[in-house]
C-alpha cells in the first residue's frame, strides 16, 4: 500500500513537473514564426524573420508571448508605410533571449518616447490617422515585467522608424542520460 502511494505521489508530480514545463517554458522561433503567419494574414504585409542557429527558449507562457508579438507586430505595420520593411530578429544570448522588432516608420519624437508604455497613450501625431485604445504597449510591458524581462524602445526621430526590444529571461533543458527526462534549469 504505501509503495502504491509513493508511486501514485511520484506519477502526479512528474505530470504537474510536465504541465508546468510546457506552460512556462517557449520555444521562441516558433512562437514568432505563428505570429507573423497573423500578422501576413491579418494585414496582407509580411515580416523577415531572422532567426538564430540555436534554439532559443524563453521563460514565459507561449500564449502570452504570442500576445506580445502580435502587439508589436501590429503596431509596426499600423504606423509605417506599405512599402517600409519590418523585421522581427531572435538573438539568444547568454542567460537571456533578446528580442527585437524594427520598422521603417512613422517613428517616435524624443518628448513621447517615455510616454507610449503608458495605458491610453497615442501620439496625437498619429491618432488622426490611426485607430487604436493606446493599450498594446502597456499590455506588453505587463507581460514581459511580470515574467522579470524588459521591454524598451528606441527611434531614431519621426518619420525614422522604431525598434523595440524585449529581453527575456532563458531556459536550458538539460538531458539526463540515465533517465532520458527533460529537466529546464
Ligand atoms: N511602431 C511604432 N511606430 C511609431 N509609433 C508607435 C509604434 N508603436 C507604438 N507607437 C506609438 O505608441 C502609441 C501607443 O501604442 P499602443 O500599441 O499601446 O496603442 P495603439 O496602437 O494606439 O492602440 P492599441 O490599443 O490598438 O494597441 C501609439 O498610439 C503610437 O503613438
Ligand atoms: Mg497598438
Same mark, same amino acid.
Given at each position: 500500500?504505501?509503495?502504491?502511494?509513493?508511486?501514485?505521489? &511520484?506519477?502526479?508530480?512528474?505530470?504537474?513537473?510536465? =504541465?508546468?514545463?510546457?506552460?512556462?517554458?517557449?520555444?521562441?522561433? &516558433?512562437?514568432?514564426?505563428?505570429?507573423?503567419?497573423?500578422?501576413?494574414?491579418?494585414?496582407?504585409?509580411?515580416?523577415?524573420?531572422?532567426?538564430?542557429?540555436?534554439?532559443?527558449?524563453? &521563460?514565459?507562457?507561449?500564449?502570452?508571448?504570442?500576445?506580445? *508579438?502580435?502587439?508589436?507586430?501590429?503596431?509596426?505595420?499600423?504606423?509605417?508605410? /506599405?512599402?517600409?520593411?519590418? =523585421?522581427?530578429?531572435?538573438?539568444?544570448?547568454?542567460?537571456?533571449?533578446?528580442?527585437?522588432?524594427?520598422? /521603417?516608420?512613422?517613428?517616435? $519624437? $524624443?518628448?513621447?518616447?517615455?510616454?507610449? *508604455? /503608458?495605458?491610453?497613450?497615442? +501620439?496625437?501625431?498619429?491618432?488622426?490617422?490611426?485607430?487604436? /485604445?493606446?493599450?498594446?504597449?502597456?499590455?506588453?510591458?505587463?507581460?514581459?515585467?511580470?515574467?522579470?524581462?524588459?521591454?524598451?524602445?528606441? $527611434?531614431?526621430?519621426?518619420?525614422?522608424?522604431? +525598434? *523595440? =526590444?524585449?529581453?527575456?529571461?532563458?531556459? &536550458?533543458?538539460?538531458?539526463?542520460? $540515465?533517465?532520458?527526462?527533460?529537466?529546464?534549469?
Amino acid at each position: 500500500m504505501q509503495d502504491q502511494l509513493t508511486r501514485l505521489d &511520484r506519477i502526479i508530480s512528474d505530470l504537474l513537473g510536465r =504541465t508546468a514545463l510546457e506552460k512556462d517554458v517557449a520555444d521562441v522561433v &516558433r512562437v514568432a514564426t505563428e505570429a507573423v503567419g497573423r500578422l501576413r494574414a491579418l494585414t496582407g504585409r509580411d515580416a523577415w524573420l531572422v532567426k538564430p542557429d540555436q534554439p532559443a527558449l524563453a &521563460r514565459i507562457d507561449p500564449l502570452r508571448l504570442a500576445q506580445v *508579438f502580435d502587439n508589436l507586430l501590429r503596431n509596426a505595420a499600423k504606423y509605417s508605410p /506599405e512599402s517600409g520593411a519590418i =523585421t522581427l530578429q531572435i538573438i539568444p544570448a547568454d542567460g537571456e533571449v533578446r528580442i527585437v522588432v524594427q520598422d /521603417e516608420g512613422a517613428g517616435i $519624437s $524624443s518628448d513621447e518616447i517615455e510616454r507610449v *508604455f /503608458e495605458r491610453g497613450f497615442r +501620439s496625437p501625431r498619429l491618432a488622426e490617422r490611426t485607430q487604436g /485604445e493606446g493599450l498594446g504597449l502597456a499590455v506588453c510591458r505587463q507581460i514581459i515585467e511580470g515574467q522579470g524581462g524588459h521591454i524598451t524602445v528606441v $527611434s531614431a526621430g519621426i518619420d525614422r522608424g522604431s +525598434s *523595440f =526590444t524585449v529581453i527575456l529571461p532563458t531556459v &536550458r533543458i538539460a538531458i539526463a542520460s $540515465s533517465s532520458e527526462e527533460a529537466t529546464a534549469t
